[in-house]
């Protein structure tokens, strides 16, 4: 006669939906910490951004998945157009903050080359994008360990 061990799960059902809630509850509050420091990110990154005309500063603007908007909101110095495009990924889960104006990456980064009358020129980049990141990218990790530590 072989031994046998009998288990019976009671409150599965009920164990299961505390998971499903909690996980959404996380997935809203990882959102909210992704939106608000990507909307922090934006504020530094017009704040240190080199201005000569202000195109440049007013197309900078934050996007995320899902949003429904074509280009970020932009300010009034923007040209039609202008603004970062939404990124691919879940819904919220995912935000850019940049601009799309053809000269932005040439300024943060800096540029050497030929002008029309064949004379070498070499621009030092100005970053505005990156160090706006980077003075954000620990308040990612902060309101996670925060809002896990709720649970």
């Known amino acids: 006669m072989a031994d046998q061990i009998s288990v019976k799960m009671v409150g599965t059902q009920k164990a299961v939906l505390d998971i499903k809630k909690w996980t959404a509850k996380q997935g ?51 040209k039609k157009g202008d603004g970062v495009g939404q990124p691919p990924g879940p819904k919220g889960l995912s935000v850019a903050v940049g601009s799309n104006v053809k000269y932005a990456r040439r300024i943060e980064h800096g540029f050497v080359g030929k002008d029309k009358l064949g004379r070498q020129y070499n621009q030092s980049g100005k970053p505005y994008l990156y160090p706006a990141f980077f003075m954000h990218e620990g308040d990612i990790e902060k309101g996670l360990k925060k809002e896990f530590k709720k649970v």
């Open 28 to 78: 809203e509050a990882v959102k909210k910490i992704l939106l608000k420091t990507g909307f922090k990110v934006e504020t530094s990154a017009k704040e240190m951004c080199p201005v000569k005309t202000g195109r440049l500063r007013s197309s900078i603007s934050m996007n995320w998945a899902g949003s429904g908007m074509r280009e970020g909101r932009v300010g009034s110095g923007a």
